[in-house]
Structures are given as C-alpha cells and as structure tokens.
C-alpha cells in the first residue's frame, strides 16, 4: 500500500536523454481519431496529444519493451542470461532484437534492435520497497540464497543469474521479470505521479509529469483505433500503423503492458465500467485540461483508480484461471504437476504460469492500493504461498477454497459485480 521511494523527477534531470531516443513520436490520429470534437463514448477526444514535452515519456517506452523482452527471453528453451542483463542494465546495442518486433509481423516498425531506441537501466529505476513475504521464497531456488525480504531487483537479478522459465518449484522466473518490471517501475512510478497530481502537488504546469503517467500506462495515443465497441482488444494489436503513414510507431502506436490490460478486464461485462475506454478517456481528459490552464485532479483520480482496478481484476482472473486448471481433478485429488499435465519440473504447465500472475500482480498492490490495506495483501500472500501447492497434501477443494478467499477480499474491497468476478 506504501507509495514507492522513486520519485518522477527524473523529468527534471533526464531531458538530454531524449536527444537519443530515435523512437520518434508523431502528431497521427488514428483511423478511429480525431484532435477534437466529441465521438460516440462521450470524450472530448479520441487522441492523447503529442506526448512531446520531457523525456519521461520516451523512457516508459523503452521500459515496457525492455520489461516484456525479458519475459519472451526467459521462456527460451535456452535463455542467454548475458543478453537479458545487457536489457536489463540498458547496454543491449544493434546485436539485440527487440522481441515485441521481433515476434510479430509490424509494418516498417521504427525500430527492430536496442541502438534504435535508448533503453533505460532498469535495475537503477525499480522501486526499492520489500516485497511482503518475499523471504518465504525457497533461497537458491526461486529467490537469492539471502535471508530476509528481498526487493523486485533482488529477485529478478537471481532470474538473470538462474535463467529459466521456471524453477523446480513451479515458480515462474518469466512472469515474475517481466510483470516485476511493469510493477516495480510502469505502475509505481505512474501511481505516484497521478497521485501527486490527485494531491495537489502537481497541476496544470506540468505537462511532462501527466506525459510520462501515461507513457507508464502504455496506451497509444490513438489507443481507440486498437478496441473494440466493447473496450476489448481489436485484431490489429498490439502495434499497427493507425495513421497510415507507412511506418508502425512504437512510441505512438503500440500497446503496452498496462492498457492492454484495461482491454481484457473491461470488455465482458460494464457492471463495473469499460476500464479501457474509462482510464484512455481520463487520461486524454487531463492532458487537455493541463493544455487548457485548468485543473487534471478528477481525471488524475480517475485514470488511478482505474488502473488499480484493473490489476485487482487481474489478480481475480488469475485465480480463475487456475481454478480452470484444475477442471480435471475430482474434489479429493491432490495437487502435483504430474496431475497437472507436467512430466518434470523444468516443464512450465498453465497453472504455474497463472500462480505466477496472481503472485505477482498482487505484489504490484504494494506500490499502490487505495483499498486493500498492507494486512490484507499479506493475507492473499499467505493465501498464494510462496510456491503452487505441489506435493503439499493440498486438494482441489483445498485449493478452490482459498481461491474463493483470495476472490472474496478484493471484491469485498472494490466493490466488484458478481458477474465480473465470476467471468473474469
């Protein structure tokens, strides 16, 4: 629930960073968009504005691809941890391929290997909070052979160290790096500064902060060109060249971790609101306000709440989701890889990977929650474990019914429609 201890102000210090980013930003409006005038969802405009004030921008950026490259690079059969550390410490040069690119046919993308962009150290940027029962993480295995609590750049450096999809335990290194990233940097960084903005401590002058907020969420300028009616994701994303000009921004056109998110959480059922179109909307609103002289507050809050929202959402699908992995088993079967589809533990199955997801989106709530207190995410810690229940005696049922406390407290805490818990 604590804030993180890294401030934005590297706005402040960072802006001759952008003289290198070739990742050039362009003044498009997308198939869907306009600069102005009002559009069938009722906001004021379907395109963010030229996001070219400060260099916080352009590094999110860079963030998000560097974050998702070490998760695609970990599920290797053979990981090349010296590649990933160049990615991660922002040395990786023209001998590294931007995965994002790489595995997907983009037209003319602006850039294909990491001289084209200007990565970021990510280990420098990562806030420094302990992770809340991060020290019950077997040492040597899924986390450093240290005592005490350890930090998302402890245990991502170990990844880095200890390349694998997953760990003996059923751990998965992947989702931890990558989804660690997005936490530790894209929404800790970007809560803090909606949250200053919320404060009061920023305002209408500060383009460049309410820039970065945004380029930390991750949504293309022209992000309505990339959804559907219902606020789900649309066939041409993740990254398609919207305003036709021939080249696939990644800067203006892609989407990243965060918005694409509000997409699959927002789009079954609007109970709870459409989260893609509704924090897309407050953030376009804002950046129009500050444009104008007046105040973002409302939209700040708006954009905030929403995307806390959306993680919440992700922690009740991946509880879901692994309550859909186990649709084989009777009541009274114990939980084991091998029931679960995996012959040998280096052999991730998708119950993993979902463990994977509710752990770490629940460590995201750390860097900002206004609803569940510090208590209760240790609670869904102690819930989750420090590993999936294999080989522990823990049955189906056993398992369904931590779930259903795991579901319990964050609906109970945000309020969340039947139908949407159920259907996420």
Not at 3 to 11: A, D
Not at 190 to 198: K, R, S
Not at 291 to 317: C, F, M, R, S, Y
Not at 332 to 359: C, M, N, R, V, Y
């Amino acid at each position: 629930m604590r804030r993180s201890l890294f401030r934005y102000t590297h706005i402040l210090i960072l802006p001759l960073l952008a003289v290198g980013m070739v990742l050039a930003g362009c003044d498009s409006s997308g198939s869907n968009g306009t600069e102005n005038g009002d559009d069938d969802n009722g906001a004021a405009t379907d395109v963010f504005p030229a996001p070219s004030d400060g260099a916080g921008y352009t590094d999110a950026i860079a963030v998000h691809l560097q974050g998702s490259d070490l998760g695609s690079r970990l599920k290797d059969a053979s990981p090349d941890g010296s590649t990933m550390k160049s990615i991660y410490d922002g040395s990786a040069g023209g001998d590294t391929d931007i995965r994002f690119v790489s595995g997907r046919s983009l037209t003319s993308p602006s850039a294909v290997d990491y001289s084209q962009i200007s990565p970021v150290d990510i280990s420098n940027r990562l806030s420094t909070i302990d992770l809340p029962k991060s020290d019950l993480l077997e040492k040597g295995v899924d986390a450093p052979d240290v005592s005490g609590v350890k930090t998302m750049d402890d245990l991502i450096n170990f990844y880095l160290d200890n390349p694998k999809h997953t760990s003996a335990n059923g751990v998965d290194f992947a989702q931890f790096a990558e989804k660690g990233v997005a936490a530790a940097i894209s929404y800790a960084e970007g809560a803090d500064i909606l949250t200053d903005f919320v404060d009061g401590t920023l305002g209408a002058d500060d383009e460049a902060a309410w820039n970065e907020a945004f380029g930390h969420f991750g949504a293309p300028r022209d992000f309505r060109a990339f959804l559907t009616d219902d606020g789900s994701i649309a066939d041409n994303a993740p990254a398609d060249d919207v305003d036709g000009d021939g080249e696939t921004d990644l800067e203006t056109e892609a989407v990243y971790i965060w918005a694409d998110y509000t997409a699959d959480r927002g789009g079954a059922t609007n109970q709870d609101g459409v989260f893609s179109f509704e924090a897309f909307d407050a953030f376009v609103d804002g950046r129009n306000a500050i444009d104008n002289g007046n105040d973002p507050t409302e939209h700040a809050a708006t954009a905030l709440d929403v995307w806390e929202q959306t993680i919440a959402a992700n922690v009740i699908h991946y509880a879901n989701s692994m309550e859909s992995d186990l649709s084989d088993l009777n009541d009274g079967d114990e939980i084991t890889q091998s029931a679960l589809g995996s012959d040998s533990p280096s052999e991730s199955t998708g119950f993993e990977d979902h463990w994977g997801e509710a752990k770490i989106f629940t460590w995201t709530l750390q860097y900002h929650s206004g609803e569940l207190s510090d208590g209760q995410l240790e609670a869904i810690h102690d819930q989750l474990g420090s590993k999936p229940p294999y080989d522990a005696g823990v049955t189906k049922s056993d398992w369904v019914g931590t779930l259903d406390q795991v579901r319990s407290t964050i609906q109970d805490a945000y309020g969340f429609a039947d139908e949407n818990v159920n259907n996420w």
